[in-house]
């Protein structure tokens, strides 16, 4: 069965790092395309990164641009977002999904757009 299991999430200070993993199961990766989206309490979740199935293609909102980056490593069916320059409205639960496709869609930002396969969330709290 599908299943995805994110973590690395914890505290952290503004301006330090943190690099969240994704644990894809029960599908090859490399043939889907990866999303990150994040839930802070009482917002919508938001979208803000994506990678197609072969990793070339990598997409981001602007507010993270610069500071995060998505890649994966497909042998080990997994993916990963590294975020650096963490600011306090980084801070929500944060949540990898896949999509129905190998490439990111013009749509991939819309919490519509994956499958419908969700993990189980990692929190990501950026205090001093």
């Known amino acids: 069965q599908v299943q995805l299991v994110e973590s690395g999430g914890g505290l952290v200070q503004p301006g330090g790092s943190l690099t969240l993993s994704c644990a894809a199961s029960g599908f090859t990766l490399e043939n889907y395309a990866i999303g990150w989206f994040r839930q802070a309490p009482g917002k919508e979740r938001e979208g803000i990164s994506c990678?197609?199935?072969?990793?070339?293609?990598?997409y981001y909102i602007e507010s993270v641009k610069g500071r995060f980056t998505v890649f994966r490593d497909n042998a080990k069916n997994m993916v990963f977002l590294q975020m650096n320059s963490l600011k306090s409205e980084d801070t929500a639960v944060y949540y990898c999904?896949?999509?129905?496709?190998?490439?990111?869609?013009?749509?991939?930002?819309?919490?519509?757009?994956?499958?419908?396969?969700w993990g189980q969330g990692t929190q990501v709290t950026v205090s001093s």
């Open positions: 990678i197609s199935g072969s990793g070339t293609g990598t």
């Open positions: 999904t896949r999509y129905w496709h190998r490439l990111c869609l013009r749509d991939w930002d819309q919490w519509t757009a994956p499958s419908g396969y």
